[in-house]
T-cell receptor, first 112, second 107 residues
Framework: ETGVTQTPRHLVMGMTNKKSLKCEQH?????MYWYKQSAKKPLELMFV???????ENNSVPSRFSPECPNSSHLFLHLHTLQPEDSALYLC???????????FGPGTRLTVL | KNEVEQSPQNLTAQEGEFITINCSYS?????LHWLQQHPGGGIVSLFM???GKKKHGRLIATINIQEKHSSLHITASHPRDSAVYIC?????????FGTGTSLTVIP
């Protein structure tokens, strides 16, 4: 257990569905991150939040919408996804921005 | 070309062997991270380095800032070390990740 939890662990959705991924950290960290990991590709950093403020958005399509209501919770809202968005979505947190990161177990997303 | 290159991509070793995984990067960095990812997806941070050498148990990580190179060593390897090892660098405002080295340790 890393202190970072993600729900759901697995998600199958159609292209017209709307769903949300949830991440929660119990470590008192101030920065939280969303990553995408596709097969045979490096980890891709999607969004970074520091003290609830978004500091980075790496040209992610608008069908992915992050939300950070407080330093302990991070959401990724999904709508009208494409099959190529199927991947493992990982959440991480760190005490300070760019510090050592602690990862959640990930959500395995399949878009049909 | 990826900013972070790892070698080898795949590695199979006998239990007890000494293992080295290499990471080269092409950007100026504030820190380098070694991550371990087990089947099923969970990622664990092993080391964060900005200079020199760090050791945790059987794992040793070194970095040479001038040569832009880092190595991860595993001594007395064990089947439970089987995982993907990922090198990542932080430039201060960007993270770059290698594609990972898949390690299998055979009993």
């Amino acid at each position: 257990e890393t202190g970072v939890t993600q729900t759901p662990r697995h998600l199958v959705m159609g292209m017209t569905n709307k769903k949300s991924l949830k991440c929660e950290q119990h470590l008192g960290h101030n920065a939280m991150y969303w990553y995408k990991q596709s097969a045979k590709k490096p980890l891709e950093l999607m969004f970074v939040y520091n003290f609830k403020e978004q500091t980075e958005n790496n040209s992610v399509p608008s069908r992915f919408s992050p939300e950070c209501p407080n330093s302990s919770h991070l959401f990724l809202h999904l709508h009208t996804l494409q099959p190529e968005d199927s991947a493992l979505y990982l959440c991480a947190s760190s005490r300070l921005l760019q510090g050592e990161q602690f990862f959640g177990p990930g959500t395995r997303l399949t878009v049909l | 070309k990826n900013e972070v290159e790892q070698s080898p991509q795949n590695l199979t070793a006998q239990e007890g062997e000494f293992i080295t995984i290499n990471c080269s990067y092409s950007v100026g960095i504030s820190a380098l991270h070694w991550l371990q990812q087990h089947p099923g997806g969970g990622i664990v941070s092993l080391f964060m380095l900005s200079s020199g050498k760090k050791k945790h148990g059987r794992l040793i990580a070194t970095i040479n800032i001038q040569e832009k190179h880092s190595s991860l060593h595993i001594t007395a390897s064990h089947p439970r070390d089987s995982a993907v090892y990922i090198c990542a660098v932080n430039t201060g405002n960007q993270f770059y990740f290698g594609t990972g080295t898949s390690l299998t340790v055979i009993p």
